[in-house]
């Protein structure tokens, strides 16, 4: 594909982005960051176990079984990712990176009377997503001269924050439910530049800056069921509903045929069109085959979403194990595995500007030591993946993408 072609794709592509909601983040995967310390160990198998605050997320109706008079939990995780799309223009390759260092979980947990009450603050999606390239040399085009240098600068930044209250209690001996009821806010702002230098002095460049904010809930609810002493099974369900989304943008674009050398195009559009999101399906189970050693299973259903202005999602199932050990009465271990698989459908070779598809896979490792009342866990997770992209927006050609990503986290946490 030429680089005249390619400029003008991406501008227009930028304002058909605006117009459809802008996916920018990572919204290609449901499962992109773990969300509590335990849970996140156990590479997010949590649903049937769900016994401290990170089950406020996975389950609530767990909590009923949390220890202490108060418990509470924070988790500061730093990650780093990494995209490489391969032969993009004249055989070069595009590589974007995303780092984040923040708080992605607090939570908290109050037994008053017969219920349990609980309060958490989790990010299960963060991105900081950079690509800063140039390319030189002999780049043919169709502008009537070759280009001597292409320049990329792309920076996107987008978080979703959920924060909310949480009650369960006891239906029998064997079976609790509990309701979270999270406020969703999402927040976005993409930057893109490219400049496009010509052998015979002309140029093309073209800026493009978009500012998106959404507001929602996304409620949760939970059961969990202990048929028998050492096994526990748990189902939850949740949905983000969104009740309020704007998007601003501008789009400035210099062409290098342009009539004089400052005659520019600018075009700035708003849109406050809502996304649709999938229901969310958790089934887990936890067995403890003696005092210390735990083995959990986790499977997550993410239903097909029909959404012409956003765009479809297929319906997604990512699986995850864990199991955790206790060395003895100070020190644990965790481990986990777990798939966070893509929500875009197999891309068609004869269609234009489709959403990359790529598969994740990843592991995670923990360890914890305990005093009295407190506890501090040290952990990391490892993923990776490959599939396809077309990252040129008019061009029908498919890249091969490989992507892999590590995070570290630290926590603590306290009862009473």
Same mark, same amino acid.
């Given at each position: 594909?030429?680089?005249?072609?390619?400029?003008?794709?991406?501008?227009?592509?930028?304002?058909?982005?605006?117009?459809?909601?802008?996916?920018?983040?990572?919204?290609?995967? &449901?499962?992109?960051?773990?969300?509590?310390?335990?849970?996140?160990?156990?590479?997010?198998?949590?649903?049937?176990?769900?016994?401290?605050?990170?089950?406020?997320? &996975?389950?609530?109706?767990?909590?009923? &079984?949390?220890?202490?008079?108060?418990?509470?939990?924070?988790?500061?995780?730093? &990650?780093?990712?990494?995209?490489? @799309?391969?032969?993009?223009?004249?055989?070069?390759?595009?590589?974007?990176?995303?780092?984040?260092?923040?708080?992605? %979980?607090?939570?908290?947990?109050?037994?008053?009377?017969?219920?349990?009450?609980?309060?958490?603050?989790?990010?299960?999606?963060?991105?900081?997503?950079?690509?800063?390239?140039?390319?030189?040399?002999?780049?043919?085009?169709?502008?009537?001269?070759?280009?001597?240098?292409?320049?990329?600068?792309?920076?996107?930044?987008?978080?979703?924050?959920?924060?909310?209250?949480?009650?369960?209690?006891?239906?029998?001996?064997?079976?609790?439910?509990?309701?979270?009821?999270?406020?969703?806010?999402?927040?976005?702002?993409?930057?893109?530049?490219?400049?496009?230098?010509?052998?015979?002095?002309?140029?093309?460049?073209?800026?493009?800056?978009?500012?998106?904010?959404?507001?929602? @809930?996304?409620?949760?609810?939970?059961?969990?069921?202990?048929?028998?002493?050492?096994?526990?099974?748990?189902?939850?369900?949740?949905?983000?509903?969104?009740?309020?989304?704007?998007?601003?943008?501008?789009?400035?674009?210099?062409?290098?045929?342009?009539?004089?050398?400052?005659?520019?195009?600018?075009?700035?559009?708003?849109? +406050?069109?809502?996304?649709?999101?999938?229901?969310?399906?958790?089934?887990?189970?936890?067995?403890?085959? +003696?005092? +210390?050693?735990?083995?959990?299973?986790?499977?997550?259903?993410?239903?097909?979403?029909?959404?012409?202005?956003?765009?479809?999602?297929?319906?997604?199932?990512?699986?995850?194990?864990?199991?955790?050990? %206790?060395?003895?009465?100070?020190?644990?271990?965790?481990?986990?595995?777990?798939?966070?698989?893509?929500?875009?459908?197999?891309?068609?070779?004869?269609?234009?500007?489709?959403?990359?598809?790529?598969?994740?896979?990843?592991?995670?490792?923990?360890?914890?030591? %305990?005093?009295?009342?407190?506890?501090?866990?040290?952990?990391?997770?490892?993923?990776?993946?490959?599939?396809?992209?077309?990252?040129?927006?008019?061009?029908?050609?498919?890249?091969?993408?490989?992507?892999?990503?590590?995070?570290?986290?630290?926590?603590?946490?306290?009862?009473?």
């Amino acid at each position: 594909m030429s680089l005249r072609m390619f400029s003008a794709a991406m501008a227009m592509v930028f304002i058909l982005l605006v117009m459809s909601g802008v996916s920018t983040a990572d919204e290609f995967h &449901y499962n992109n960051l773990l969300i509590g310390d335990r849970a996140t160990g156990m590479g997010g198998a949590y649903t049937g176990v769900s016994d401290d605050p990170s089950g406020l997320y &996975y389950n609530p109706a767990g909590i009923v &079984y949390t220890t202490g008079r108060n418990l509470s939990a924070s988790v500061n995780a730093y &990650y780093n990712t990494s995209k490489e @799309y391969k032969n993009v223009i004249g055989g070069n390759g595009w590589t974007r990176n995303a780092t984040s260092l923040l708080p992605n %979980f607090f939570g908290i947990v109050q037994p008053l009377g017969k219920l349990k009450f609980g309060f958490s603050y989790a990010v299960p999606d963060s991105i900081k997503e950079d690509q800063d390239q140039t390319f030189g040399g002999n780049i043919p085009t169709t502008l009537g001269s070759p280009a001597i240098r292409y320049t990329i600068n792309f920076n996107n930044e987008d978080s979703t924050y959920l924060i909310g209250p949480s009650i369960a209690g006891e239906l029998t001996s064997s079976l609790s439910a509990g309701l979270t009821l999270y406020m969703y806010h999402r927040s976005n702002q993409t930057i893109l530049n490219q400049l496009i230098v010509l052998q015979d002095g002309r140029f093309e460049w073209s800026n493009q800056y978009i500012e998106k904010v959404e507001r929602g @809930y996304k409620p949760i609810l939970g059961v969990m069921w202990t048929p028998a002493e050492k096994l526990s099974i748990g189902v939850s369900l949740a949905k983000i509903l969104v009740y309020s989304s704007s998007v601003m943008s501008q789009s400035i674009i210099k062409d290098a045929n342009a009539a004089t050398p400052n005659d520019f195009t600018i075009v700035d559009v708003g849109s +406050s069109t809502r996304k649709k999101y999938p229901y969310e399906l958790r089934l887990g189970a936890g067995y403890f085959p +003696s005092s +210390s050693l735990l083995v959990s299973a986790d499977a997550a259903y993410y239903t097909k979403v029909t959404d012409a202005v956003n765009g479809d999602r297929v319906s997604v199932m990512n699986i995850a194990l864990g199991t955790e050990y %206790f060395l003895n009465k100070s020190w644990a271990v965790r481990g986990g595995l777990y798939t966070d698989m893509a929500n875009t459908p197999k891309l068609d070779p004869a269609l234009t500007n489709q959403d990359e598809k790529i598969d994740l896979y990843g592991m995670s490792l923990s360890i914890s030591n %305990f005093s009295r009342n407190t506890s501090i866990t040290l952990g990391g997770s490892l993923t990776m993946g490959t599939g396809k992209a077309q990252i040129l927006s008019g061009s029908k050609d498919i890249q091969n993408v490989d992507q892999a990503g590590w995070m570290m986290f630290l926590s603590s946490s306290y009862s009473y």
